[in-house]
């Protein structure tokens, strides 16, 4: 049980090796995510200038060490990343309710603002947003 509300997450990933992660979660239950702001942008990206630090994403959930279930972003600002917010399961494990809405993402990504892989159930995805337009996503479900 987490609750991670209004917190500035940024200048990760200082060191020139660095594959740093805004958040990341491989196991568990009950967690929310809710009116932060993730600042994790890429290097170099096609969608921007790119920055001095190396970011993985600004939230990976993996459900790999265990089952993960029952995770809420809300009213994020989310940016960066190679994803943005990675939602996957791997290692026979599962992952089974996600709730993604009312989030604006930010175009600093590598490849995507989402990504989703392996054994998912009760993903729910709506009302995100672009921050520079303030249009729907394609990722809304």
């Avoid at 509300?5 to 594959?19: I, K, Q, R």
């Avoid at 001095?52 to 459900?63: E, G, L, R, T």
């Avoid at 279930?69 to 089974?96: C, E, L, P, Q």
Wanted: net charge negative; hydrophobic share 30%; glycine share 12%.
């Amino acid at each position: 049980n987490n609750l991670v509300e209004s917190c500035w997450v940024h200048h990760l990933g200082m060191n020139p090796e660095a594959h740093a992660d805004g958040n990341q979660t491989r196991s568990g239950s009950n967690y929310v995510f809710r009116g932060n702001f993730m600042d994790m942008p890429v290097p170099e990206s096609e969608n921007g200038p790119g920055s001095p630090f190396n970011s993985n994403a600004a939230s990976i959930n993996q459900a790999k060490a265990g089952n993960i279930s029952n995770m809420v972003f809300d009213r994020n600002w989310m940016n960066g990343g190679n994803y943005t917010i990675f939602i996957t399961a791997k290692n026979g494990f599962t992952f089974n309710g996600c709730t993604v809405t009312n989030n604006r993402f930010g175009r600093d990504y590598r490849f995507g603002p989402l990504m989703t892989d392996g054994p998912l159930s009760n993903i729910h995805l709506s009302g995100n947003v672009w921050d520079d337009t303030g249009e729907l996503m394609s990722i809304n479900g």
